[in-house]
C-alpha cells in the first residue's frame, strides 16, 4: 500500500477573467481516484466538467489548488516533463475530436506513436487492431472532413487509445454515436479499464453510458454536488439512481438535445 492515491484534486480552482465578466469555471473541487477505477463526471453544461478534464490533461493550467499524480505534483514539472507525462501516460479524447484537417484518420491516429518513436510494423499493427475495434478500418484514406460525426469520434478514440494509455480522459466520447456505437465503444473502454488496468475518467451526458462507470461524480456550478458507487447495483437500478440524481440535482433535462 503506498501513502497516496492515484490521481488526488485539492481544492481545485480555475476563475476565468474575459474583461467584462468574471467566470468561477471550478470553484473548490477535491477529489481522489484510485489507479484503474473507471469513473465518470455528469453535469449540466457550463457546470465546469471540460475544464477539470482540460487541467487534469495538463494541456490548461489551474487557477489554484494542487493536482497529484502518483504523488507528485504537476505544477512542479516543466514543459519538457509535462510533454512526456502526456505522452507516455495519457489518452485523450475531446469533445470537439480535435483531429488535424490536413493529416488523413490513419495519419491523426498514427501520430502519436511517431513521436514515441514506435517501430513501423508495430504502429500498423496497433491502427489495424484498433481501426477493427471501433469498426473505422474502411474511414482511415479519408480526410477528417470526408467523414460523419459519428466517424470522427470514433477516430479522436482510436487515437486516444491506440497506445494503450494508462489513463484515459474522454469528454462525451459517445456524444455524436448512436446506440450501436456507443456500446462498441464504451466495451472498448471497458476492456482498456479490466484488462488492461486503465483508469478512465469519463464526461458523459447519457445514463447509459454513465452506467459503465463504477463511480460518477455529479458537478454544479463548478462543485462537485454529488458522488454515487456502482457497488453491486445491478445495472438497472444503477440507471434508475443515476436519473433520480439528475432530476434531485435539477440541473439537467435528460429530454433535451
Ligand atoms: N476559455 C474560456 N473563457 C471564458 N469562459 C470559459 C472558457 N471556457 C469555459 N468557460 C466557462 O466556464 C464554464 C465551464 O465550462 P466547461 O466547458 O467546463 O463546461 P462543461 O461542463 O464542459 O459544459 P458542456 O456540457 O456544455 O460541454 C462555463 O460557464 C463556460 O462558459
Ligand atoms: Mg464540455
Excluded: W
Excluded at 497516496?4 to 477573467?17: F, M, Q, R, S, T
Excluded at 477535491?30 to 490533461?57: C, D, H, P, R, W
Excluded at 469498426?135 to 467523414?147: N, Q
Amino acid at each position: 500500500m503506498t501513502d497516496h492515491h492515484y490521481i488526488e484534486v485539492h481544492n481545485l480552482v480555475k476563475n476565468y477573467d474575459t474583461g467584462k465578466v468574471k467566470v468561477c469555471a471550478v470553484d473548490h473541487v477535491s477529489f481522489y481516484v484510485e489507479q484503474g477505477e473507471f469513473i465518470g463526471i455528469m453535469g449540466a453544461s457550463g457546470s465546469g466538467k471540460t475544464t477539470i478534464l482540460n487541467i487534469l490533461s495538463t494541456i490548461d493550467t489551474m487557477s489554484e489548488g494542487q493536482i497529484l499524480y502518483d504523488g507528485i505534483d504537476i505544477s512542479g514539472m516543466n514543459e519538457e516533463e509535462l510533454s512526456d507525462f502526456r505522452q507516455k501516460n495519457l489518452g485523450f479524447v475531446f469533445q470537439d475530436y480535435n483531429l488535424l484537417d490536413t493529416l488523413t484518420v490513419e495519419e491523426n491516429i498514427m501520430l502519436s506513436m511517431i513521436l514515441n518513436h514506435e517501430k513501423r510494423t508495430e504502429i500498423e499493427r496497433r491502427i489495424k487492431e484498433i481501426a477493427d475495434t471501433l469498426r473505422i478500418d474502411d474511414i482511415l484514406d479519408k480526410f477528417p472532413y470526408e467523414v460523419s460525426g459519428g466517424q470522427k469520434q470514433r477516430a479522436a478514440c482510436a487515437r486516444a487509445l491506440v497506445n494503450k494509455p494508462k489513463l484515459i480522459l474522454a469528454d462525451e466520447p459517445t456524444g455524436a454515436l448512436d446506440s450501436k456505437s456507443s456500446a462498441m465503444l464504451l466495451r472498448t473502454l471497458q476492456v482498456m479499464n479490466k484488462e488492461l488496468g486503465a483508469t478512465i475518467l469519463m464526461v458523459t451526458h447519457d445514463v447509459f453510458s454513465a452506467c459503465y462507470c463504477e463511480r460518477i461524480l455529479f458537478l454544479r456550478d463548478g462543485k462537485i454536488s454529488a458522488e454515487l458507487y456502482r457497488k453491486d447495483m445491478d445495472k438497472r437500478d444503477y440507471l434508475n439512481r443515476i436519473l433520480d440524481m439528475q432530476s434531485e440535482m435539477g440541473s439537467e433535462d435528460i429530454y433535451a438535445e
